[in-house]
């Protein structure tokens, strides 16, 4: 006669809210490794740099981690990040403290939790913009080097 013994079974939708131990439950993650240069004081989609999520259940939210390696040329600049949410939700902006000087780079992570109410794919698209137009760059350091660490990852959370 066989024996099946384990300490825990979950569902294959995830934990129900309030349970401990999990409720992820489906990950997605996109990076980015190109290099894009912006002047733009309004915001402006950063290309292919999104990733797409349809949630399996109206009543899950969406955890979306970004970073970003942004670096600015000129003088007097704040370079910020947010996420576009299917086209016109957004994020708050995250920014990397203003500078007077020239060449300030940093990496920029925003964390924000989205409850969607839906279970149509959604995209979350990164868009960046500066503070007087200048010069800045996405996936470069100080230095000018590429191949910076860019990604946008996407947790879908039971309800």
Request: hydrophobic residues 30%; negative net charge.
């Amino acid at each position: 006669m066989s024996e099946l013994r384990t300490n825990k079974i979950y569902p294959r939708d995830g934990l129900p809210a309030g349970a401990s131990g999990g409720g992820i439950i489906q990950v997605v993650n996109a990076t980015y490794t190109s290099d894009f240069s912006f002047t733009s004081t309004g915001g402006v989609d950063v290309t292919d740099f999104n990733a797409s999520m349809a949630c399996r259940s109206n009543s899950n939210k969406v955890l979306i981690v970004c970073v970003c390696s942004l670096y600015n040329l000129s003088t007097n600049q704040e370079i910020m990040m947010r996420v576009d949410i299917n086209s016109g939700t957004y994020t708050d902006w995250v920014s990397r403290p203003y500078s007077t000087n020239s060449g300030i780079s940093g990496n920029l992570c925003l964390v924000h939790l989205h409850s969607p109410e839906s279970t149509n794919s959604i995209t979350y698209q990164v868009q960046v913009k500066t503070h007087n137009g200048g010069t800045c760059y996405v996936n470069r350091d100080f230095y000018g080097n590429n191949n910076q660490s860019n990604s946008i990852t996407l947790y879908e959370i039971s309800g």
